[in-house]
Nanobody
Framework: QVQLVESGGGLVQAGGSLRLSCAAS????????MGWFRQAPGKQRELVAV???????NYAGSVKGRFTISRDNAKNTVYLQMNSLKPEDTAVYYC???????????????????WGQGTQVTVSS
């Protein structure tokens, strides 16, 4: 019913920049929060940045000042501008849509969370 499609990952040298995009498609009425998580090999998935529908943001301490999250509510799209990338930023980055409400002709299901398929970001030293 809802798909999240990510793009923008790739290989970049340390100090470089990348911009990730994630578009949610489907019969979506609203999305509470959209954000990015990442998972490096052998590590748990961790929050990178999240933005509420009202524009409030939360960043992991390790990316503050380097990454910027933005969101286009009309397009159900979230972006992550990543600057001054470091080798330790290397991970699979996952888009998350939290509290998705669907447009339906009948009684809608409760809000549901969705994940993208992930996009690889590799930062070389």
């Amino acid at each position: 019913q809802v798909q999240l499609v990510e793009s923008g990952g790739g290989l970049v040298q340390a100090g470089g920049s990348l911009r990730l995009s994630c578009a949610a498609s489907g019969y979506i009425s609203s999305i509470n929060a959209m954000g990015w998580f990442r998972q490096a090999p052998g590590k748990q998935r961790e929050l990178v940045a999240v933005m509420s529908s009202g524009g409030n943001t939360n960043y992991a301490g390790s990316v503050k000042g380097r990454f910027t999250i933005s969101r286009d509510n009309a397009k159900n799209t979230v972006y992550l501008q990543m600057n001054s990338l470091k080798p330790e930023d290397t991970a699979v980055y996952y888009c998350n849509a939290e509290g998705v409400r669907l447009r339906t002709a009948t009684i809608p299901p409760p809000p549901t969370d969705y994940w993208g398929q992930g996009t690889q970001v590799t930062v070389s030293s």
